[in-house]
């Protein structure tokens, strides 16, 4: 199993030089380098606010509001005069023609 995940290696290797030639070693160099240097970064800036850890930091009021709080029941009604039920909903008219 082993050597069957070399012999793939070896093949991804030779495909890659082949298309980056020596590109890719420089590639490689800068990604070790960017790696090895990540650890050299100076500590994150400080948050804002309280530090969310601490459980005695004030914090804003939680409200509740119902998501179901506006349904209104739509049950089926008989039949009505569609022109009664327009003239319901319809704007009124403007007085001025």
């Known amino acids: 199993m082993l050597a069957q995940l070399g012999a793939i290696l070896a093949a991804v290797r030779t495909v ?9 070693e420089i590639v ?3 990604a070790a380098a960017a790696v090895t240097l990540g650890g050299c970064l100076p500590t994150t800036v400080p948050l804002a606010g ?3 850890a601490d ?7 939680v409200g509740y509001r119902s998501t179901v709080a506006p349904y209104t029941k739509l049950r089926p009604t008989a039949p009505t005069n569609w022109r009664d ?10 007085s001025d023609r």
């Not at 890659?16 to 890719?24: A, D, M, S, Y």
């Not at 327009?86 to 009124?92: E, G, L, W």
């Open 28 to 30: 490689g160099a800068l």
């Open 50 to 52: 309280p530090d969310p």
């Open 85 to 94: 039920q327009n003239d319901r909903v319809a704007p009124a008219p403007k």
């Open 16 to 24: 890659v030089e082949r298309l980056f030639g020596t590109r890719f």
């Open 55 to 61: 459980p005695h930091a004030k914090v804003a009021g």
